[in-house]
C-alpha cells in the first residue's frame, strides 16, 4: 500500500516554527482531501488541519491563528506552517489523504513526523 512521507519535523522552543511538508502521488493528491494529524504520548490521534480540492480549509480550535495548511498543486505537496508552538503542540504529526474520489482503498497515511516543543 502507498504510503505517504511527512518531513519538517524537529525540536524547537516554544514560540518557534516548524514546516512539515507532505509530497504525495499526483494520482492521490488530486482525488483526496488533504489532512495533518497529530498524536500526543497518551492520547488519541486529533485531527489538526485539512485542506480540500476546492481550497476550503479547516482547522482545529487548539490551532487555529498559529497553524497555516496549504496545497501547491504544481508540487502535489501538501504543507503545514506551525507558528507561535506550545509545548502542547508536541506529538507524532501524520499527514493523511482521506475520502479520495474513485480509489481504493479511500485514504492513505504517513508513517508520522516528530515535533517536540521544549519550554
Known amino acids: 500500500q502507498v504510503r505517504l512521507l511527512e518531513s519538517g519535523g524537529g525540536s524547537v522552543q516554544a514560540g518557534g516554527s516548524l514546516k512539515l511538508s507532505c509530497p504525495a502521488p499526483?494520482?492521490?493528491?488530486?482525488?483526496?482531501?488533504m489532512a495533518w494529524y497529530r498524536q500526543a504520548p497518551g492520547l488519541e490521534r486529533e485531527s489538526v488541519s485539512t485542506?480540500?480540492?476546492?481550497?476550503?480549509?479547516t482547522y482545529s480550535d487548539s490551532v487555529k491563528g498559529r497553524f497555516t495548511i496549504s496545497r501547491d498543486n504544481s508540487k502535489n505537496t501538501l504543507y503545514l506552517q506551525m507558528n507561535s508552538l506550545k509545548t502542547e503542540d508536541t506529538a507524532v504529526y501524520f499527514c493523511a489523504a482521506l475520502r479520495c474520489f474513485n480509489l481504493v482503498p479511500r485514504e492513505y497515511w504517513g508513517q508520522g513526523t516528530q515535533v517536540t516543543v521544549a519550554s
Open positions: 485542506a480540500n480540492k476546492d481550497g476550503t480549509t
Open positions: 499526483a494520482y492521490i493528491y488530486s482525488r483526496c482531501e
